[in-house]
């Protein structure tokens, strides 16, 4: 309104600030997108649930992209794959070998492997597991695989 | 016997896999995500439940269900790779993906499938949504939207990707990088491998005429 009075020495005025202003929208929109970007790989890197530490640090509304995240990401990955669905945060290495050496970071109790049996995970406790059933207990720090 | 539907010949599970090793090398090396594959999906799918299904009536004659168990995880992991490798193109560029597909016309082939399309859109709008309850709506009011076409970056069809000849090719443009050089024509011969700017052979790709590697 100001450059419609004709007031032509203001016009440099105006524009200046406003590239000013979409500067700072663009370093806003970068930062917060950056953040969604991370908070995405902690889907990949820890599961569906979150560590308490890193949900305090999360704005509620960024819980809530992220909770949306992964109900979209489970409608995916359940209408991939036939009845089950295919969990594509698993297999994220290729396998090398079926069965693998792991030892017991911590508590976990007890375990389910293929035909029935369980398996107690107290913590320092060692086991010889099928590889695939691991992978995310792994990804969460509770087993350790034992590279010999 | 592994056809699951798709209208041309039935391929042998061997083939099926190769197909599937095929689409997910293209997919990896590619900058841009490339045509889905649904019938390949489909059928190693199947393949995959057909093994296990195999594998649980099977004695335990230790060494052919363990190579069998190893064959199944190497086809499972191939498989999820080639998902996640499409999902991380999709999220990355999802505006542009999003454009393309709508601007595909009536009986081109489709880069997404069904449900990477709903998911695409469910990422694009929970985005949005964030963006704009976190920030865009305390702006003033001619900033409150985002252009994500313009500020999300498109996938560079420059780079550059090795890749094996499949079928011959016959005078491929090449066009210039620097405005000293001029456009030239090359011949792929098949067998050969090449290393070369990704949009100068990006229908090759989709038609099968090259492998990227």
């Given at each position: 309104s100001e450059a419609k009075s004709g007031r032509t020495d203001l016009i440099f005025l105006i524009r200046f600030r406003h590239c000013c202003l979409l500067r700072n929208q663009r370093c806003i929109v970068a930062y917060l997108y950056d953040r969604l970007l991370r908070i995405r790989a902690l889907r990949w890197e820890y599961g569906s649930i979150l560590p308490n530490t890193i949900q305090f640090h999360m704005s509620a509304e960024e819980v809530e992209w992220f909770n949306r995240y992964k109900k979209s990401l489970a409608t995916y990955m359940r209408s991939?794959?036939?009845?089950?669905?295919?969990?594509?945060?698993?297999?994220?290495k290729p396998p090398k070998s079926l069965y693998i050496e792991v030892r017991c970071l911590r508590d976990y109790g007890e375990f389910e492997i293929e035909d029935g049996t369980t398996v107690l995970l107290k913590k320092n406790s060692q086991h010889f597991l099928p590889r695939w059933k691991c992978e995310q207990l792994i990804r969460q720090g509770v087993l350790e695989h034992i590279l010999s | 016997d592994s056809d699951g539907g798709s209208e041309e010949l039935v391929l042998t599970p061997a083939q099926l896999i190769r197909s599937l090793e095929q689409a997910w090398l293209n997919e990896k090396f590619a900058p841009e995500l490339l045509e889905s594959k649904p019938e390949i999906i489909e059928c190693v799918v199947e393949q995959l439940d057909h093994m296990e299904a195999n594998l649980k009536r099977a004695?335990?004659?230790d060494l052919k269900v363990s190579v069998h168990r190893m064959e199944i995880e190497r086809i499972r992991y191939v498989l999820s790779s080639y998902l996640r490798c499409r999902l991380v193109k999709i999220e990355k560029f999802f505006p542009h993906v999003l454009e393309k597909e709508k601007s595909q016309a009536e009986g081109e082939p489709s880069i997404l499938s069904p449900e990477e399309f709903a998911f695409a859109k469910e990422y694009m709008a929970n985005t949005e949504t964030y963006l704009k309850n976190v920030a865009l709506k305390h702006m003033p009011p001619n900033l409150q939207k985002v252009a994500l076409l313009k500020s999300v970056p498109k996938p560079n069809l420059d780079s550059f990707v090795f890749l094996r000849v499949l079928e011959r090719q016959e005078n491929i443009l090449v066009e210039p990088e620097t405005d000293e050089q001029r456009e030239y024509t090359i011949d792929l011969e098949e067998g050969s491998q090449h290393l070369i700017r990704y949009k100068t052979i990006a229908p090759l790709v989709a038609s099968g005429a090259v492998q990227l590697i």
């Open positions: 991939v794959g036939g009845e089950e669905g295919l969990d594509l945060t698993q297999d994220i | 004695k335990t004659g």
